[in-house]
């Protein structure tokens, strides 16, 4: 999965064409803009994307184009991002866009739309997220957030979560440099 740059149709075809299977649109705030995703990650009927078929998407050319843009539109899935106030007001909408996989929950920039910046526990963001997890339950699509510990984890599962993310690269790059330095803290050079 690819987070993308919201810059354009090539942003996405981009990041498909190399092989990518997954599409993360951050700050998708309209049914609109999501359906514009659609037809740019998707081949006909559901959508408009263009046809390469030389990349390693499609095996360099060696795959049957048929087979190929059939195997592309089911297994290709579109996340969008709720993380605004204005895409929790249309969240309804945006869930029963044909194409639109998955819902994700960008917490911290949702804290700070509704005026309360990084106050995850506040009962506007909490009650964004319960409108969010109805929306996805009620058109058949999954839903999640990240998650900072094993607890919070089953409570986002608790509440119909299935897109889980228990940590990322940055995270772990972070935790093992600090490691490393904590434990070389107590070392002296002699003179």
């Known amino acids: 999965m690819v987070r993308i740059l919201k810059h354009g ?8 064409e190399l092989g990518a299977n ?7 705030r309209t049914a609109e ?26 095996d360099y050319a060696l795959a049957n184009p048929i087979e190929y843009l059939r195997h592309a539109n089911e297994q290709t899935f579109l996340v969008v991002q709720i993380e605004d106030a ?15 996989d998955l819902l994700f929950v960008g917490p911290a920039d949702l804290s700070i ?8 526990d506040h009962i506007f963001v909490q009650r964004a997220i319960d409108r969010i997890a109805e929306a996805a339950a009620k058109n058949g699509k999954w839903w999640g957030m990240p998650t900072g ?7 986002l599962i608790n509440r119909g979560g299935r897109f889980i993310v228990c940590g990322g690269d940055h995270g772990a790059l972070l935790n093992g440099l600090r490691t490393g330095l904590d434990a070389h803290r107590g070392l002296h050079i002699a003179r």
């Open 9 to 16: 149709y090539t942003a996405p075809m981009r990041a498909l």
């Open 22 to 28: 997954g599409i993360m649109v951050p700050h998708c």
């Open 33 to 58: 803009e999501a359906r514009q995703w659609v037809e740019w990650t998707r081949f006909p009927p559901l959508g408009k994307r263009g046809f390469d078929g030389a990349g390693p998407d499609a």
């Open 86 to 100: 204005e895409a929790v007001s249309c969240v309804d909408e945006i869930a029963s866009v044909p194409g639109v």
């Open 113 to 120: 739309s509704y005026g309360v910046p990084l106050q995850l």
């Open 149 to 155: 510990s094993p607890d919070a984890a089953q409570a």
